[in-house]
T-cell receptor
């Protein structure tokens, strides 16, 4: 069974600085998708960024980028120029050939003014 | 587009009561899902529907039933609520596995359920 591990339960960063959230996963599949979701205090699950495993190029979305290392099964999220609105729980998720998303337990990120 | 909508937003039940959580999506997605989120945890899949007319169990299906009423709507029913079902419930939908956004799940705002 696939597993997703987020080793940092909590992190903090100063406004305008850069922070990296870690995620590792375990799978025997070759084709899969990886995601980062943001969950602010409103509890809404918001898609931040998406990576398809067959694409070697790392995905980017404005201030958010990933470092996808397929051989190492690592999928970290970098947030540049952190903003107060980035304060949230961040979940890494894996989707292989089955329908379900497998989530990590999350990293609570606080951006300090 | 409203995306994925859920009703109600919050509900309090007594042990043994029943209720149905409603979910609808207007993105013409094939697949729909129900998850629960407990404190300190990510989301866990309860049931899913890969297409209209089909449903399958996920990781934690016990105590729940689902109905895929049509392509837009997917409801979750608790027949006899238990305190262990106190949680936040999320509905999600996903497009077909071809084309833009394949594999991505889009979530509703969640329903907070408290069972006393």
């Amino acid at each position: 069974a696939q597993t997703v591990t987020q080793s940092q339960p909590e992190m903090s960063v100063q406004e305008a600085e850069t922070v990296t959230l870690s995620c590792t996963y375990d799978t025997s599949e070759n084709n899969y998708y990886l995601f980062w979701y943001k969950q602010p205090p409103s509890r809404q699950m918001i898609l931040v960024i998406r990576q398809e495993a067959y694409k070697q190029q790392n995905a980017t979305e404005n201030r958010f980028s990933v470092n996808f290392q397929k051989a190492a099964k690592s999928f970290s999220l970098k947030i540049s120029d952190s903003q107060l609105g980035d304060t949230a729980m961040y979940f890494c998720a894996f989707k292989g050939g089955s329908e379900k998303l497998v989530f990590g337990k999350g990293t609570k990120l606080t951006v300090n003014p | 587009n409203a995306g994925v909508t859920q009703t109600p937003k919050f509900q309090v039940l007594k042990t043994g009561q029943s209720m149905t959580l409603q979910c609808a999506q207007d993105m013409n997605h094939n697949s729909m899902y129900w998850y629960r989120q407990d404190p300190g945890m990510g989301l866990r899949l309860i049931y899913y529907s890969a297409s209209e007319g089909t449903t399958d169990k996920g990781e934690v299906p016990n105590g729940y039933n689902v109905s895929r009423l049509n392509k837009r709507e997917f409801s979750l029913r608790l027949e006899s609520a238990a305190p262990s079902q106190t949680s936040v419930y999320f509905c999600a939908s996903s497009p077909a596995l071809t084309g833009t956004g394949r594999g991505t799940q889009y979530f509703g705002p969640g329903t907070r359920l408290l069972v006393l």
